[in-house]
Every structure is written in C-alpha cells, then in structure tokens.
C-alpha cells in the first residue's frame, strides 16, 4: 500500500471505531461529552470531520459540537504533535519557578507554548495545576509526570522521547 | 482473611507515584517472593501519606516505622535487614529538622504530632483497592445504620447538629443543603460529587478519592437516602487518572457487594453512581456550571435562584457536594455528631484538608482541627521555609482568595477569620511564599488565570479581570503609571459587585488582598521602577560591584556576551544588551554580581 492508502484505511478505521462509541451512547443524557473525549482518544483531536460525524451521529446541532470543543481547553481542534508536554503553572509550580522551566522548554524545542514543534514531536502546553504540588514544578509527558525540575535537567528529559516513538 | 506478620505500605498516590513508588511494589514483591516472604509479609499500594516532599514513602508495620525517599535498590536492604532480621535501616528512616535522630515510628514525627485525621483517616492505611479493606475499617457501617435505623430527617438532623459546611470553598452548611433538596417535590432527584478540583496548589480531593474512594461513594448514598434520590454524578477531572481509576473500581467491587445498587442492605433504599470526566475548565467548579456540563453542554453557570435544590441537574431537585465534605459524612453518622462538633471552632467545625506547597519545607498534605493557627501548619507542620529565607506570605483559596501577611500568622483557620482578612478558606490550597516572591506579580498570576478561565457569558469577568490583568501587566514591566492602583480598586469593586457567579465576583480577591497588606510593592513599581522581591525580569538590573576579581567567569557565562573587562580587572555589564538571565550571578564565585 502507497502512504496514501494507508492513511486512507487508518481514517476510515478510526471512523468505523467512532461510530461504534456514537450507536454506544446514542440516547445517554449528556452523552456529547463523553463522545467528545472518546472521539480525540481514537484520533488525536478533533477536527471538523470528526465533529460533522458526532453531529450527525448523536442528532445535535453542529454548531453545539463546535460549542463544547472549542469551550473545554482538553479538546484540540489541530493535530498534535506524537508527545505532549504539559508543563503545570498551578500556583505552587509558579512559585518554585516554573516560568523559567517553560522557557527553557520552549527554548530547547524552538516552539512557542501551545504550539507543536516542526518536526511534529512536541506538543508544549502549559496546564492548570496537575495536583502533584508536593513534587513542584512538574510537567507531564503524556503520562509520565517529573518533578521536582531544574531547567537544567530539560535537555536530558527531551533526549529520552527523540529516538521513540509514541504508544 | 490471610494473615500477615508484617505490612508493607508503599505509597501510591499522584505524587509518590511520581518520584518512583510503583517500581518498589514491584520490587518488593520480587524480594519477598525469592526469600520465602510472600506469605508473612504483604505489600499494600495505599493512598497518600501526605507527605509528598519525602516521597516515596513506605511505612513498614507493626513497627510504624517510616522510610523516606526510597529508591528501588534501598528495597534489597529493608527486605534483607528489616523484614528478614528484624532491624530497622536507619539511614532511610525519615527525619525532620525538629528531631534529627530518626524517630522509629511516624507518630512521632512533628509533620504527623499535630494533626488529626478524620477526611483523610483512611488515606495511607487501606489499599483503596480492595473493597475488603474498607469494609475492616468500619466502611458502610454509617450506610447500614441509617438504612436500618434512621429516618431522611434524622440523617438530616444528624448533619445539621455536627455543624459540618461545605469543604469545597463556599462554607455553606451541608446538613441545610441537604434540606433544602429533601424539601423539595419531585419523582427524580440527584446528588452530585464535585471533584472538580480545579483551585491550583490544591490536591487533597485528589488524594481523598485516590487513597479511599469508597468513603465518598458512602457518603453520596447516604445524602441520596435523606434527600430521596436514586442516582448519584461524580464529576471528576481527566488530569486525575488515577482517582478516575480507582473511583471505577471502587464502583464496581460496591456492586458486586450490593452496596450500590437495587434494595441496597435489603431495604427498599436503591442508588447507584455515574461518572462524568471534567475536560479542562476551572468555571465547572461552580455549581450550574458543573451541572451544564454533565449535561453534555458547555459549562457556563446561570443566574439563581432556582437554586440546585429546585432545580438543578436534567431540571430536577439537586444537591452537590464536594468530595472532602462527603469524607466526613460517614464519620458523623458513626460517631455521632456531637462527637464532630467537638472539634474545632465556634463556628467551624471538625477538620480541614490543606495542600502546602510553595516554599515550605513538609509540603503535602495536611489535615487540622479548625481554630488552629495558620503558624502551627506552617513552622510546625511544615517545618518552616527552606533555604533560611524570611516567610512572607501564604495564600489561600486559590484564585479567589488572598495573600495573608507574615504579620498575621496567629490568626486561626476558620470560614470567617480567613473571610475577616481578606482571604478565605477555600478548598484548602496553602501556598507559603517567601522574601523572593513578589505579590504584584502573584497577583498578576492569579488574574492571568481568571482571564484564561472566564466562561465569558457575563461582561464583568470577561472584560473587566482582562482590563486588570493589562494593568498589572504593565505594572510589572515598569510601565505602571500614577492611578492605576485606583483603576484596579474601582474596577475589583464593580466586577465583584456585578459578575454572575462565584468565579467572577471573587476574582479580583488577590489583587484587593496584596494592596491591602503589600501597597508600598505596588508602589515601588509604579513610582520607583523597582521590584523589592527582586522577582520581576523587567525591573531587574545586575551590577558587579568591586568584590569582583576578574576571573571572566561571569563574561563567560553571559549568553549575549555583554560582560566586559580585562583579566583581573573588575569587569562591567552592558545594561542595554543584558537579557537578565542571571548566569553571571549564579557563576561568580565571589558574591560580586549583585540584583536589584
């Protein structure tokens, strides 16, 4: 298979395994949520594709899908990069110098906060507080969380993801 | 049940999990099989100990003996030392500054001495896994005795008497929520759980539903029992993976018992719990606003009245409470609720959860009886500020509370000493801050939240926390002009007065609470261009005074080259191509790069 066609067949994939969770928790008082959120666990995020077909799926408006994603800061509307950085600027983090870890990060990535690096590796966030304040500053990638940072520590944490792809 | 001689309790909450304690279970279990152990010691992953600072924890039973910061290789030593020949390893066992020889059991150690655990009592003691482990420690004993011997009103009763309010930050007395909602009419009806814990620098809901979950899906069958509803939401955040987890096992053991479910102990009384995953809004933590969100809707709050007890949830009489509200219900209806009132203060009752963090050095998670002084949590608890800084001020309640001044540290936690101050008690965030904090800039932090976080249906929030975030935005840059502090407090009093809901009116607190206790900070920004803390980069300017040997190390260092001088020579900085990095500060050698 070309790449074409195999991006085709992983698409219509995910799709069939969307449509599966929409007929799930068709009827469900408040089930756009729930759907939502399964929808960006198969693909990644939500785009305007995904969202026509929960619309169509669920029998709600579109313009209410749209609503609640772009209203939720968890549901992305762009392709993110293969790890996601959550650097955490909860209040404890922040006056520990988390600021100076952000910056760092986004130097060492040349990416700017809530973009995605070019080489579509990193996606920097910075988050609400992760609840591990006792750790401060923490970020998470994915689902790993490190804490207790120094900016010099940021180069080495990178280089662990480069070579790896994520699962 | 098996029983053991001895219990390894191993940590497993977000932050110990975090530094590591997963790979010690494992390691642990391997050890104690290859020597023989497996069937006289046993391994138990608990919630948080609280001590999330000296993590991970493992605390070795019967002893009580408290080993901290463990790595994997120190476990061959406590298998082989401790559990094999009965001798504790001293080097790992935890210390504190107060009592540098190793205490040999944690309740003698001072973070532990002063607090009374009642939220928490099952946080660190029970696998939050296993159902069994509850149930020994009294669990849904409370459920049983208000199925088979008390009536809606007297569970009702019961609450009112305790004096029990809201832990969630509000304060509202639950026993009258709980009225209120069993007053009204109507066929369907919900409790509902906030877990939304979305105050930064809070995490003891976290810990509660991670380290004993069953005592909150208890609690929530008990409020459906007395208010006469069947169905109960707990609405959790997605960044909480392990709560979530642990909820739905939770759920799922408590039905396989029949503790959740149809003709719950036999009786008439049936209730079962839904989860809804939060996605990332602070304003959800209001009360309609949650409720719009388990619907399925953007989760905007409404004007009330009809209040949640009226109509609340799918438009039916609703209560909600928080989760370490709900942790106490149980022990109420256990003990009593005189027992519960005899706790605390007048007008404060039993215990609250606090999360200290910032710049202490016990951070984690504590609990204390209401009326304790903020200085017992802070020096004694939490072992004061590291590094041989000055305290200068904690703050509490989040976003919508405020910074309290080292000159009020006797004051004692409670809902109106903390409202009395400018601050309130909020969800239990404590952030201490030392010398090198500057509150112009906490504020600033605190209304960059706000603005990121505001629903924007009403124009008070959306529009005027913006204007005060440009102000303050200005102000720490050293653009800050004559009038704007009056700006500020013109526009704090109108969006409190005239914001829908709790988000927006109480957003201006930290900006009101720093000029109340740090005027003259505001002050020296605008008029002096000067940051006192020495925090904010705009204002910063780095000299090098004639300490300086001319090593080169500092022109070395400087990423923009902008240090000069000979050899030997006292050197110079170039202010106008400085980036204010500080690297020069950090290299020099002989405390000649000063900041100011």
Redesign the interface.
């Known amino acids: 298979m070309t790449d074409t066609e195999t991006r085709q067949s992983k698409r219509a994939e995910q799709f069939a395994r969307l449509a599966e969770v929409i007929s799930s928790r068709k009827g469900e008082r408040g089930a756009l949520m729930p759907v939502l959120q399964e929808a960006q666990a198969i693909f990644g995020y939500v785009p305007q594709d995904v969202q026509v077909a929960i619309a169509q799926g669920l029998d709600v408006p579109l313009t209410e899908v749209y609503g609640v994603a772009t209203f939720y800061s968890q549901f992305a509307l762009e392709a993110r990069g293969e790890h996601i950085i959550g650097m955490c600027l909860g209040t404890a983090c922040y006056v520990r110098g988390a600021q100076k870890i952000l910056d760092r990060l986004s130097q060492e990535l040349d990416c700017k906060v809530g973009h995605t690096t070019k080489d579509n590796r990193f996606t920097l966030n910075a988050t609400r507080c992760l609840g591990a304040c006792g750790l401060a500053p923490v970020m998470m990638i994915d689902d790993e969380v490190y804490g207790r940072l120094t900016p010099e520590e940021i180069p080495g944490i990178l280089d662990k993801y480069k070579g790896q792809k994520a699962s | 049940m098996e029983l053991f001689r001895a219990h390894v309790l191993v940590c497993g909450g977000?932050?110990c999990?975090?530094?590591g304690s997963a790979a010690l279970i494992e390691r642990f279990d391997q050890l104690l099989a290859s020597n023989g152990l497996a069937r006289e010691v046993k391994v138990v992953r608990t919630g948080c100990f609280g001590?999330?600072?000296a993590?991970p924890i493992v605390i070795v039973y019967p002893e009580g003996t408290f080993y901290s910061r463990v790595k994997a290789e120190d476990v061959d030593e406590i298998v082989t030392e401790h559990l094999l020949k009965g001798r504790p390893v001293r080097r790992l066992i935890h210390t504190d500054t107060a009592s540098p020889a190793a205490p040999t059991s944690l309740n003698h150690i001072q973070f532990y001495e002063k607090q009374r655990r009642v939220a928490l009592r099952n946080c660190g003691v029970i696998d939050p896994e296993n159902i069994d482990e509850y149930i020994a420690f009294d669990g849904y004993q409370a459920l049983a005795k208000v199925l088979t011997g008390m009536t809606p009103e007297g569970v009702i009763d019961q609450m009112k008497k305790s004096g029990l309010r809201g832990r969630g930050g509000g304060g509202f007395p639950t026993g009258l929520k709980w009225e209120f909602a069993y007053k009204s009419k109507a066929n369907q009806k919900y409790v509902c759980c906030n877990a939304d814990?979305?105050?930064?620098?809070?995490?003891m809901d976290?810990s509660v539903l991670e380290g004993d979950p069953h005592a909150v899906l208890e609690a929530m069958a008990i409020a459906g029992y007395a208010i006469g509803a069947n169905e109960g939401w707990i609405y959790v955040r997605?960044?909480?993976?392990i709560a979530v987890k642990r909820l739905n096992i939770a759920i799922e053991q408590a039905r396989a018992y029949n503790l959740l479910g149809q003709n719950i102990f036999g009786t008439d009384f049936s209730f079962d719990i839904n989860i809804?995953?939060?996605?990332?809004?602070?304003v959800c933590g209001e009360e309609t606003a949650l409720m719009a969100?388990?619907?399925?809707?953007?989760?905007?709050p409404r004007p009330r009245p009809p209040f949640p007890a009226v109509k609340g949830l799918?438009e039916s009489p609703t209560i909600l409470n928080n989760v370490e509200t709900y942790a106490n219900v149980c022990q109420i209806i256990i003990n009593g609720a005189d027992w519960f009132a005899s706790m605390g203060s007048e007008r404060s009752k039993g215990t609250k959860v606090f999360?200290l963090?910032?710049?202490i050095n016990n951070?984690?998670?504590v609990e204390i009886e209401m009326g304790t002084p903020l200085r017992d949590i802070i020096f004694d608890i939490g072992g004061g500020i590291p590094n041989g800084k000055a305290f200068k001020a904690v703050?509490t309640g989040?976003p919508s509370g405020g910074c309290i001044p080292a000159s009020l540290i006797d004051t004692p936690i409670e809902y109106d000493s903390l409202i009395a101050i400018g601050s309130m008690m909020g969800s239990g965030?404590m952030?201490?801050?030392d010398e090198d904090?500057c509150m112009v800039d906490?504020a600033r932090?605190?209304l960059d939240?706000t603005v990121d976080e505001s629903?924007g249906k009403c124009p008070p929030c959306r529009i005027g926390t913006r204007r005060m975030l440009e102000i303050l935005e200005r102000i720490v840059e050293g653009k800050g002009e004559e009038g704007d502090i009056e700006k500020l407090e013109t526009l704090a009093k109108n969006i409190k007065a005239t914001a829908l809901c709790g988000l927006g009116q109480t957003a201006p607190n930290p900006v009101l609470s720093t000029l109340r206790y740090f005027r003259d900070e505001y002050e020296a920004h605008i008029r002096e261009k000067r940051c006192p803390a020495g925090h904010c980069q705009a204002l910063l300017r780095y000299t090098i005074t004639d300490k300086c040997v001319g090593c080169t190390a500092c022109a070395k260092a400087c990423p923009v080259q902008c240090i000069s001088g000979k050899v030997k020579q006292r050197h110079e900085i170039d202010q106008s191509r400085c980036i204010k990095c500080g690297q020069c500060q950090a290299k020099c050698r002989f405390g000649a790069v000063v900041r100011g």
């Open positions: 977000t932050g999990t975090s530094s001590l999330c600072e993590g814990e979305g105050d930064p620098g809070a995490f976290r997605a960044e909480y993976p809804r995953l939060g996605a990332g809004a602070f969100s388990i619907e399925g809707r953007r989760g905007e799918f999360a963090g910032g710049k951070t984690g998670l703050q989040g965030g952030i201490v801050m904090n906490i932090f605190f939240f629903c």
